[in-house]
């Protein structure tokens, strides 16, 4: 089953590489036609369209049979053995400053869990697969997470609920606890990144609130063949994430505050 699902990964890679291509033909260009979903916070532009149209395509040519989640155009179910987890473009408020940390993320799921992922940086050129029992990789090399013993000499990055203007409970509170503690914080504006970054050890961890499938799958799967722990430190907002090599996950963990409906919490091994 391994050797399926490393050629299921082949398949994502050079899905997301053509994605990438096409992000690439929309980035720094004057006039990107941008619209808001939820709020001023809340964007997708037309770069995220043509990738996801270009993903799609693709996935749905090769893979008929198989099921898709991706974030602009939804579920769309055919059976219930694969499942394509996609975000086009992780980064889009990135993507329309000219930033360069922006990425297109593809998970698949076997009857319900993780197998493969990859994250594909474009305009940073850096591709990042996992295959489960089979390691994570950046750009063909293999990867691991940090061992860097302790949280003072650790850098860490989070990233912000989307309506963090209208709701209070919007991780400050956890950054207050964790700032004074670690070496650095970033937010780099890419969950599928951060968790990639924690994979491959150029940071000490990552937790955010209120994610969705599609940022998370792919990097997930990374994050743990690279040696990483993930879980979830709450469930009442959606996906609400940590990933920390083993030595820090329990006390970074600690710092996040769950809510009242958080009793689930779940740390993933394999
Ligand atoms: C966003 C990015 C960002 C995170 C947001 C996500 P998008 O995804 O991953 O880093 O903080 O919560 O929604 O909207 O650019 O695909
Ligand atoms: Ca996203
Ligand atoms: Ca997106």
Request: aromatic fraction near 8%; glycine fraction near 8%; charged fraction near 25%.
């Amino acid at each position: 089953m391994e050797r399926d699902y490393e050629i299921l990964a082949d398949a994502a890679e050079a899905i997301a590489r053509a994605a990438g291509a096409r992000l690439l033909e929309f980035f720094r260009r004057e006039h990107l036609q941008v619209e808001t979903k939820l709020n001023e916070s809340d964007i997708v532009t037309e770069a995220d369209r043509a990738s996801e149209e270009t993903i799609l395509r693709l996935v749905s040519e090769r893979f008929p049979t198989h099921s898709v989640l991706s974030e602009e155009s939804g579920e769309s179910v055919r059976d219930g053995e694969f499942r394509w987890v996609i975000d086009p473009l992780d980064g889009t408020t990135n993507f329309r400053c000219g930033l360069p940390f922006f990425s297109v993320s593809i998970g698949i799921e076997h009857f319900g869990e993780a197998v493969a992922g990859v994250v594909y940086a474009p305009q940073l050129g850096e591709m990042f697969r996992g295959v489960r029992g089979g390691g994570a990789t950046l750009n063909g090399k293999p990867m691991a997470c940090s061992s860097i013993p302790s949280l003072d000499r650790s850098v860490l990055a989070t990233g912000f609920p989307v309506d963090k203007s209208v709701n209070p409970d919007n991780n400050l509170d956890n950054v207050g606890r964790l700032l004074p503690r670690i070496r650095g914080l970033r937010r780099l504006g890419s969950a599928a990144i951060d968790i990639c970054y924690t994979a491959a050890g150029f940071l000490e961890g990552y937790w955010e609130m209120n994610l969705h499938d599609w940022d998370i799958t792919a990097g997930m799967v990374i994050a743990r063949e690279a040696g990483c722990l993930t879980g979830e430190f709450r469930s009442d907002r959606n996906r609400s994430v940590v990933v920390a090599p083993p030595q820090l996950f329990d006390e970074i963990r600690r710092e996040l505050s769950s809510r009242p409906g958080s009793a689930d919490i779940k740390k993933t091994t394999f």
